[in-house]
């Protein structure tokens, strides 16, 4: 059994990574995140875990085989190269390696043959994700000739500070939101959901257009918001 570190364990995805390890067996298991958590407890398999801090030194120490990185952008491109430093096959999930060539950008049952003893390995976009799932099939049996879609992100996707603002928010009251950086007439999320895609898909030439938004309650402000742009 690989001794497994999940990086980011007191986060939104952190500890759902930690309740699949324990649900499938997982035993040598270290909760490791960022210097404000160390030392507080999560919990794993029915026990308490002391959560150490992720420090280079601690992940290029030899002693983990697989890590899990549900942390931000930075702290990715940080602290992973330590980690494959130390012999540990990396999957992470931020988008820091998702279009970096040479890394594989997985969805299980879509295009897991790509994998081949890689050191990183990176997830995709929830959107992504679910999208290929769809599309690989229809391709399949069809072909792709282009895609239109449109995702309303939940506001999980901006981890523990985004659950926590819906529910400072009063009921109703939630709009959307589309506080992604703007490149001429598209949001880096719709970039990358593209971008995404077409890797997993292997169709560096597809046709997709994405309009990409986020919130917690949907209002009647849609149309107003989406008509001043173009798609």
């Not at 309740?19 to 067996?25: C, F, I, N, P, V």
């Amino acid at each position: 059994m690989p001794r497994v570190g999940v990086i980011g364990a007191t986060g939104a995805v952190g500890t759902v990574t930690l309740e699949l390890l324990a649900d499938r067996g997982f035993d040598d298991v270290r909760a490791l995140a960022s210097s404000r958590s160390a030392g507080s407890n999560v919990r794993f398999a029915g026990r308490d875990l002391t959560v150490e801090e992720a420090t280079p030194d601690a992940l290029a120490s030899g002693d983990l085989d697989l890590c899990f990185f549900s942390v931000g952008t930075p702290t990715s491109r940080e602290l992973v190269p330590h980690a494959v430093r130390g012999g540990a096959v990396c999957i992470d999930k931020s988008d820091a390696y998702r279009l970096t060539e040479g890394v594989p950008l997985v969805v299980v049952g879509v295009n897991e043959d790509v994998l081949d003893h890689d050191p990183v390995i990176a997830n995709p976009n929830c959107s992504a994700m679910q999208l290929t799932c769809a599309l690989r099939p229809l391709h399949e049996a069809a072909g792709l000739a282009r895609v239109r879609l449109a995702t309303y992100q939940s506001a999980s996707g901006a981890g523990d500070a985004g659950i926590e603002r819906l529910r400072a928010t009063a009921p109703a009251a939630g709009d959307l939101d589309m506080d992604w950086e703007l490149d001429g007439e598209e949001f880096s999320e719709e970039w990358k959901l593209r971008e995404e895609t077409r890797k997993i898909l292997g169709l560096p030439e597809l046709p997709l257009h994405a309009t990409c938004a986020a919130g917690g309650v949907l209002k009647t402000t849609i149309s107003n918001r989406f008509g001043s742009r173009k798609w």
